[in-house]
Every structure is written in structure tokens, then in C-alpha cells.
């Protein structure tokens, strides 16, 4: 069985960073895709970014781009992403999530093209 575990979130300044860590067990996740989604308050869950586990091919939204970066350890099956220039906007609780593979990537964005979830970590940014 496939788990995600995140840690790393918390309460930063706005314009301050985090870095947000994906731990991934349970099986060899070559064939996967991970991502990272979030959900604020009253909001449906949203697409962050995403990477291919093989060939490292990153996608973002247009929210986050330039801000967010994605990037995976492969010795240690995390994925992590790097957040600067937090705003009060970012404040959701991020999920970690895998898809088993065969996604094309105009179809990352969607939180059903996604088998597995992790239980979400809180990022709250104060302004």
C-alpha cells in the first residue's frame, strides 16, 4: 500500500519561505507522477505543481510559477516543494498525492487523475 506522508508546513511571514517535504513508501515509484494540491477554507482543492518520478518533467500553476519549485530525492522517495514569497493567498492545508502513472500532463491538474493522498499539512501566511 502506497502512503505520502508531508510535513514541513506552518505560520510564516507574508513573503517568507517553507519548504514542504513528501515522503512516499510502500512501493518503486518510477512510473509515477507526484503532486502537490491545496485546499483552503470553503475552497474546492486546487492544483500546485507536479513531477514525473522518471525524466524529473515539472508542471506548475500559473499561481505559483516562479514562487514554487518541485523537486524530488530518489534515494530518499520524497518530493518536496520550496515555496517563497508566501502570501496570504497560500494559506490552504497542502496535499501530497501520487498517480500511478499514464496521465498525460493537461490532466495533472485534475485531484481524480490521483490515486493515493497524503493527510495534508497546515501553511498559514500572516500578512
Known amino acids: 500500500q502506497v502512503q505520502l506522508v508531508e510535513s514541513g508546513g506552518g505560520l510564516v511571514q507574508a513573503g517568507g519561505s517553507l519548504r514542504l517535504s513528501c515522503a512516499a513508501s510502500?512501493?518503486?515509484?518510477?512510473?509515477?507522477?507526484l503532486g502537490w494540491f491545496r485546499q483552503a477554507p470553503g475552497k474546492e482543492r486546487e492544483f500546485v505543481a507536479a513531477?514525473?518520478?522518471?525524466?524529473?518533467?515539472?508542471y506548475y500553476a500559473d499561481s505559483v510559477k516562479g514562487r514554487f519549485t518541485i523537486s524530488r530525492d530518489n534515494a530518499k522517495n520524497t518530493v518536496y516543494l520550496q515555496m517563497n514569497s508566501l502570501n496570504a493567498e497560500d494559506t490552504a492545508v497542502y496535499y501530497c498525492?501520487?498517480?500511478?502513472?499514464?496521465?498525460?500532463?493537461?490532466?495533472?491538474?485534475?485531484?481524480?487523475?490521483?490515486?493515493?493522498w497524503g493527510q495534508g499539512t497546515q501553511v498559514t501566511v500572516s500578512s
Open positions: 510502500g512501493r518503486t515509484f518510477s512510473s509515477y507522477t
Open positions: 513531477i514525473r518520478w522518471s525524466g524529473g518533467n515539472t
Open positions: 498525492a501520487a498517480d500511478r502513472g499514464g496521465t498525460i500532463a493537461a490532466m495533472l491538474r485534475r485531484a481524480g487523475e490521483y490515486d493515493y
